[in-house]
C-alpha cells in the first residue's frame, strides 16, 4: 500500500476515534443529568378510613400535601366525587367496592381502594354542634393532615370568652331578624381561631383550607374584621358592629341555610384580628 493511502487511512481512523470519542461520552453526561430527582412518593388516603358507610363524606387527603391531582372513582355508583374548595371528597352512594385513583401532573398515580357496608352511616347529615363550647380541648392535633401549614402553636382555646360573646352577639342579631340561632361547632371554632392567628387582613386561600383540614367537609361563609382597641376593648361588640355596619358580612350573618358556627379571635400589639365561619352542611361552596 502506497504511503499516501496509509496516511489517508490513519487520518480517517483518528478522526472517526476523535468523533465517536466525543459523541459517547456525550450521551453518558446526558443520561446522568436526566435521572430522576429523588421526590416524596404520591399517596392518597381516606380522612375517615378505608371501610366507609352509605352516606358518609370523606376527604381525599393528598400527600405529599398541595401536590395538584386529578381524581377518578372506578365505580361512581358506590363512590362519587366532588370537589369542594379545591379538595377532593368521596361521596358513598350505595354498598360495595370502589378504587379511587389520583394522578399528579408528572403522570405519577396512587390508588386507594374501599369497602362499602350496606348499612347506612350513623353520622348525621349536619355536623352535630357542641354542647359546651369551653371544654378542654383534646391534645391530639385537630389537623386531618399533618403537612398543611399550619399555625402548629396556636391556642385553640385562646379568648374563649370573648370568642363566646361574639356568637352570642351574633344570634341577637339574626333572632332581630326573625332566624334561627347558629349553635357552636368545634370544627368551625379551631379553623377561626387558627385563622386568626394568622392576622390576615383581607381573605385568603388559608381560611378555605383550615376549615376543611379541622374536619368541616361542607359549604359556608366566612367574615373578618380587625381593629386598633385603643378606642374600645369591647372586642366581642366591635366586631360584630362592624359586620353589621357592612351590607355583605351582614349578609352572611343572616344566611337561612347555615346550621352552626365558629369564631376566632387573637389579640397581637393591641389589634384585634377576628375571623367568623357559618357553616351550611348541604352546600359546597365557601364565600
Not at 125 to 144: C, F, L, R, Y
Not at 162 to 178: A, C, F, K, S, T
Not at 255 to 276: F, K, L, Q, S
Request: one cysteine or more; charged letters at 15%; hydrophobic letters at 40%.
Amino acid at each position: 500500500m502506497r504511503k499516501k493511502d496509509i496516511g489517508m487511512m490513519l487520518t480517517g481512523i483518528a478522526l472517526g476515534a476523535v468523533l465517536y470519542g466525543t459523541a459517547v461520552p456525550a450521551r453518558a453526561a446526558e443520561t446522568s443529568g436526566s435521572a430522576p430527582v429523588q421526590v416524596a412518593a404520591l399517596r392518597a388516603s381516606s380522612y375517615k378510613g378505608d371501610t366507609l358507610s352509605v352516606g358518609d363524606r370523606s376527604m381525599v387527603v393528598i400527600s405529599p400535601y398541595g401536590t395538584s391531582v386529578t381524581a377518578v372513582s372506578s365505580n361512581p355508583e358506590v363512590i362519587a366525587l366532588e370537589q369542594v374548595g379545591g379538595f377532593y371528597v368521596m361521596v358513598v352512594k350505595s354498598a360495595g367496592t370502589a378504587v379511587v385513583s389520583v394522578t399528579d401532573e408528572a403522570g405519577n398515580t396512587a390508588n386507594m381502594a374501599l369497602t362499602i357496608g350496606g348499612s347506612t352511616s350513623s353520622q348525621p347529615s349536619s355536623p352535630a354542634p357542641a354542647t359546651d363550647s369551653g371544654a378542654e380541648q383534646s391534645t391530639e392535633s385537630p389537623v386531618i393532615n399533618s403537612e398543611w401549614s399550619h399555625n402548629p402553636d396556636a391556642d385553640l382555646t385562646a379568648n374563649m370568652d370573648v370568642r363566646q360573646e361574639m356568637v352570642r352577639l351574633i344570634n341577637q342579631v339574626r333572632q332581630e331578624h326573625g332566624l334561627a340561632e347558629l349553635p357552636i361547632d368545634d370544627r368551625l371554632m379551631n379553623a377561626t381561631q387558627d385563622v386568626s392567628t394568622q392576622h390576615f387582613k383581607e381573605h385568603t386561600r388559608y381560611e378555605r383550607e383550615a376549615v376543611i383540614a379541622y374536619g368541616w367537609l361542607y359549604g359556608g361563609c366566612h367574615n373578618l374584621t380587625c381593629f386598633n382597641m385603643a378606642s374600645t376593648g369591647d372586642i366581642a361588640q366591635r366586631a360584630v358592629t362592624n359586620w353589621v355596619n357592612s351590607p355583605g358580612h351582614l349578609r352572611s350573618m343572616l344566611r337561612e341555610d347555615v346550621t352552626c358556627i365558629g369564631v376566632g379571635v387573637t389579640i397581637e400589639n393591641d389589634t384585634a384580628y377576628c375571623h367568623m365561619f357559618a357553616g351550611d352542611p348541604t352546600g359546597h361552596g365557601i364565600l
